[in-house]
Each structure stands twice: as structure tokens, then as C-alpha cells.
């Protein structure tokens, strides 16, 4: 049919990374968003499989925003035969350069780093997702668009994008496709949008909507309760001995923490206490982010902030006390805050604090649901430090805001698809706008399903999910639950009264795998 289309969900159905879909109609294929699979080792996998689309067939990918989650492995299609160009504006075209290059380098490491192992041993080797030279070439096809700005595809398809307020950069995307008026929110932050002026804002076809807090209210926070908040955590840290420790995002989490410390410097608030950013990533991002969003803080000019480069400048924080240490990966899953976090989850004295969403199955989703004990490469760690959240730093829309953000957006003729969140959010999110005046149904999709776009009409299921789709999302997979389980034994082998008791459990586990057919 000349006005039909079709959306398939590679990524971000029933879970919050690896954004992916690809959208076909009036002989064009254009890919929204690719980005890295985070959270269990089993969802992580998928990062590695054979991608699920010919690279080469793609017409045009759209970026919504530089976060891994959305652009990680854009780099991949190229290397894989992708001639087409990617969209986005112009400060995420300037932030994902050395963003993606980062991630090409901690690949590199990380895989160097697994292999060193002992417990990997006799293991198929791990080999980096992509390279430098893969993101060269990516940078190659970039083309900026501007807010608002209509960017013609052929063959009668379009589309612009509309600030999305997430972080610098960010963008909802409008297509129209197949005489189809569809919008894709990429991710969502609070407050009002700013909108186009010579643009209606509702009346869609079919929209695609992110879910992350979707079973989250937040009180509003001001920022001098922020910093407030920050502050407190910052004096009884120190004063007990501790290190700070704060894993954070590179982009924009990162140079807003720092603002607020100097925001408290500067008032006499906190003293001028030592600083370290360590993420070699932290300075170059800092500097593209403030060409588009400086507002005279002087971040990279005070002498107690300090921008780590070199690894050995890294190991030597180690050795310190009373820091306060800022360390990518904002999820604990890779970066140098994993060597602290080694370094200082046995130190009663020491504190981590949280200032985003931890994706389930990531480090810092098992850190914040309150272990005693975490596994991490390839070593038993104690966790004693203080464990808190942060919640003012959050750059994503809770539950009345994502509500709202549709409402704004009606009518809207055909379906609402949820995805880009958990399991509570989605469903949370999905009953809240069932029950909302003029409202569909909204469609949860599953990995790998297809569905068909028709204009005024609802979206039928034309391809079922992938046979593993309800395995892959779920919060543990059998990794997370063995390391679980392997800190169970460790406790509970410790608690017991004598050796004598500890050698009857060994016996009995091992009578229980023994028992278990191979």
C-alpha cells in the first residue's frame, strides 16, 4: 500500500539501552538511533551479535542524542558497509566525536583487560566492538540539521527535529513518511519544550515515547536544595576520612556537578576542597559542551579541579583521603571509577553517590539495591561504603511530565508506543495514559517485533519478538544470579560456627551439582 509503513524495535523494548528502530516506508529505510546494549552480560551480548538489518540498505540514520545508549554503535554500521549519512545538530555532532572515541579506547582496554584473567582462561577471546578508524568514518557522514529545520529525504519524506531538553543537543524527531505524521521522542527531559513556531505540535499518526521514569514522581527540586544536598554529602564524607566518590556521565551530568561545586566554592558554602575528574574524555567533552552552554563558571581554570589525564595520575588518587573523585562510567560498568570503587567500597569511611538512572543488571543498579558484597573483574569485593542517591541531577521526564508530553501531543489517530524503560516504568506509564481522556491502548513492543503504520488507523503486529526477547530484558540473568549466589555461599560459609560445619555445606553443594545431569 503507497501509505503504508512499518517500525521494527532492535533496541530499547522492555529495556532502557540499545536504541534502535528502523523505519521503512515510500521505498526509504531510515534507522533511528543505534546504540550500545547495557545492564546484564546477556543484554551486553546483543552488542556483538550480527546486526538484525543490512547496514548497506539504510537510506538515512537519525541521531536523537550523543548518549552511548543512542549513538554506541553507529560506528559499527560503517565499518559494516553503511554509505548513508547520519542527522543530528550541531553540538551533538561536536560532543560525539570524542565520545565514541573514548568508548573505542575502553573497549580496546576492557577487552584487553578480560582476557588478562585467570578465570577466562582456555575462553574464546573478547575483540573491541569497533576502532578508532570506525569512527572516523562515521564522522565522515555526519550532516547537522537545526531545530526545526525540515530535511528532505526523498520520495515525499521529511523530517525536523524538536528540542527535546534532555541534554545539549537533544531532539525529538518528526517524520513524515507514507503520508504519515510520526514523532519519536528520543529522550525526554522536564519543563516546556521549545516549540516550532511555523509547526503544529499535535496531531500524529503514531508516536514513539520513552518510558525510563515512567513509574517515578520527583518532587521538584531547586537547584540551591541541590547543592544544598550536594554539600552535605561533601562535609560528612571528609570529615569522617573518606573519598567521595561520584560516578557520573561525561555529558552534561559531569559539567553540571562541577558548577554546583564551585556555585558552593564561591558562597563560602564548602571550602575549597580537592577535586579530580578523572576521565580523559571529561575535558574535551567540558570544552564542547560550555561553546553552546557557558555561562562564566570558569570550569576548567580553578586550581582545585583538577582534570586527570594519565593512568598513573589515576592510580595515584588511590593513595589519597578527604577527595572528592568525579569518574566515568556514570553506571560503573567501565571507565576508572572501577578502580576506585575497588579501591574504596571496603572503607566504612567512604561514600558513592548516585546522580543518575542505573539501568538494571549494571553495577551500579546491584550497588544502589543495597549488596553487601559485588564481583568485579574477577574479584570479590566488600562493599562497607556509604551507598546514596542524588535524585536533582536527573535530565529525563518522571511520570506526570511524560504523561503531560503526550497530552501536549494529542490527537493522536493511530498508536502510542512505550519504550526506553523497565518493566514497572512501561507498565506504570501505560495504565496512566489507558486511563487518560481520548487515549489508545498503548503498545509495549518486544525485541525484534515489527509492526505496520497505516495513517488514522492503530499499528498491527506484522513480525513477532525474537524467541529470547523476555530473557534478554529481564533485570538478572544467570551471570548477575551465580555472582549473587557465589556471595551467598561466601556469607553464609563465614557465619557458620566451625570448620567442621563449613566442610558439611561444601559437601552438600557438591552432591547438589553433582546430582545435576551435564
Known amino acids: 500500500m503507497a501509505d503504508s509503513a512499518s517500525i521494527i524495535f532492535h533496541g530499547a523494548a522492555g529495556t532502557v539501552t540499545g536504541s534502535c528502530f528502523e523505519i521503512s516506508g515510500a521505498g526509504k529505510t531510515i534507522l ?82 578480560r582476557n588478562r584473567r585467570a578465570d577466562r582462561a582456555g575462553l574464546p577471546p573478547f575483540t573491541p566492538l569497533y576502532t578508532g578508524p570506525d569512527v572516523t568514518e562515521l564522522m565522515k557522514n555526519i550532516a547537522t540539521a537545526a531545530y526545526c529545520e525540515q530535511v528532505d529525504l526523498g520520495n515525499g519524506v521529511t523530517f525536523r527535529f524538536w528540542n527535546a531538553r534532555h541534554i545539549m543537543g537533544s531532539a525529538s524527531v518528526e517524520i513524515n513518511i507514507a503520508g504519515q505524521r510520526l514523532l519519536i521522542s528520543g529522550d525526554i527531559g522536564s519543563g516546556s519544550a521549545i516549540h516550532c513556531t511555523d509547526q503544529e505540535l499535535g496531531g500524529y ?58 556555585a558552593l566554592f564561591d558562597a563560602g558554602r564548602l571550602p575549597l576542597v580537592n577535586v579530580f575528574l ?38 595515584q588518587l588511590n593513595k589519597m583521603t578527604g577527595a572528592v573523585i568525579i569518574a566515568g562510567s556514570g ?27 542505573q539501568v538494571a543488571g549494571t553495577l551500579g543498579n546491584v550497588l544502589t539495591g543495597g549488596t553487601k558484597q559485588v564481583r568485579m573483574s574477577g574479584h570479590d569485593v566488600i562493599v562497607n561504603a556509604d551507598i546514596a542517591i542524588l535524585d536533582g541531577y536527573s535530565n529525563h521526564a518522571d511520570r506526570k511530565d511524560l504523561t ?34 481520548q487515549s489508545h491502548e498503548p503498545i509495549i513492543p518486544k525485541l525484534g517485533e515489527k509492526w505496520g503504520l497505516q495513517p488514522h488507523k492503530k499499528a498491527r503486529l506484522q513480525a513477532p519478538a525474537r524467541s529470547d526477547a523476555e530473557q534478554l530484558v529481564a533485570p538478572r540473568d544467570w551471570t548477575s544470579r551465580l555472582a549473587a549466589l557465589r556471595s551467598t555461599m561466601q556469607q553464609k560459609a563465614r557465619a ?10 561444601l559437601k552438600a553443594l557438591e552432591r547438589a551439582l553433582e546430582s545435576f545431569p551435564h
Open 331 to 357: 553506571m560503573c560498568e567501565g571507565g576508572r571509577i572501577r578502580h576506585h570503587l575497588m579501591r574504596n567500597l571496603p572503607r566504612r569511611q567512604s561514600r558513592v553517590l548516585f546522580t543518575g538512572f
Open 404 to 437: 503531560q508530553w503526550i497530552a501536549d501531543r494529542t490527537p493522536i489517530t493511530g498508536s502510542i508506543f512505550l519504550v526506553h524503560g523497565e518493566k514497572n516504568g512501561l507498565e506504570t506509564l501505560a495504565s496512566d495514559l489507558a486511563a487518560a481522556p
Open 496 to 505: 557458620l560456627p566451625s570448620d567442621q560445619d563449613r566442610e558439611k555445606m
Open 32 to 113: 533511528l538511533d543505534c546504540g550500545l546494549f547495557q545492564g546484564t552480560r546477556s543484554l551486553e551480548h546483543l552488542n556483538f551479535e550480527k546486526l538484525p538489518f543490512d547496514p548497506a540498505k539504510i537510506d538515512a540514520i537519525i541521531l536523537t542524542h550523543a548518549h552511548l545508549d543512542h549513538s554506541g554503535r553507529l560506528p559499527c554500521l560503517y565499518a559494516r558497509g553503511c554509505k548513508a549519512p547520519t542527522y543530528c545538530t550541531a553540538p551533538t555532532a561536536d560532543i560525539l566525536k570524542p565520545l565514541l572515541l573514548d568508548s573505542a579506547k575502553l573497549q580496546a582496554a576492557s577487552a584487553e583487560r
Open 278 to 315: 578523572d576521565a580523559p574524555l571529561a575535558e574535551k567533552v567540558t570544552r564542547a559542551v560550555l561553546k553552546y552552554r557557558d555561562n562564566g563558571a570558569e570550569l576548567l581554570k580553578r586550581p582545585n579541579i583538577r582534570f586527570i589525564q594519565s593512568v598513573a595520575e589515576s592510580k
Open 205 to 262: 499518526d503514531h508516536i514513539v515515547c520513552e518510558a525510563t521514569y515512567g513509574a517515578r514522581d520527583r518532587p521538584d527540586t531547586l537547584i540551591s536544595e541541590r547543592r544544598e544536598a550536594l554539600a552535605g554529602y561533601v562535609e560528612t564524607t571528609l570529615k569522617a576520612g573518606g573519598n567521595l566518590l561520584i560516578p557520573a556521565f561525561a555529558v552534561e551530568r559531569t559539567q553540571v556537578i562541577l558548577e554546583d561545586m564551585l
